[in-house]
């Protein structure tokens, strides 16, 4: 995986297993340094930090409009994170289902033709296991 990017790279170009590791990574370095305790848009930024000094291209608070029958019926659907055009980031710090943030990171996988989502829970002592999900489309 290629370091100090500024522009993302083609999707051909990129293994997304080896970016998500590089993701996860940096998600683990950001709750040891940090530990249990802050917000989640805390956890964010510094996940930004690490995601630029790794040279990872990547956009915030990404919108992904609704369509239901061809109509629009939102555009304030959020994603906080989208990784090299190609992995979903969900971010969150409450003890609230796991499973309704795979549904929610699935569907906007589906929506938007991605593959991969990752879903970081930084409200436990070790982000590991089952604070870290992998949401696959397909």
Known sequence: FMKNLI?????EHIDINALAREVIGAAIHVHKTLGLGFSKET????????????????????EFPLYYK??????GVKIDLLIENL??????????N????????????????????????FNTKLLRGSSIRRVING
């Open 7 to 11: 522009y993302p790279q083609t999707e």
């Open 43 to 62: 956890y964010k930024k510094c996940l930004i930090f690490e995601l630029e000094e790794m040279g990872i291209y990547y956009q915030t608070d990404v």
């Open 70 to 75: 061809n109509r629009l019926v939102d555009t």
């Open 87 to 96: 992995i979903m980031i969900d971010i969150h710090t409450s003890e609230n």
């Open 98 to 121: 796991t499973e309704e943030r795979i549904f929610y990171v699935l569907n906007h996988l589906k929506k938007s033709n991605k593959k991969l989502g990752l879903i970081f829970n």
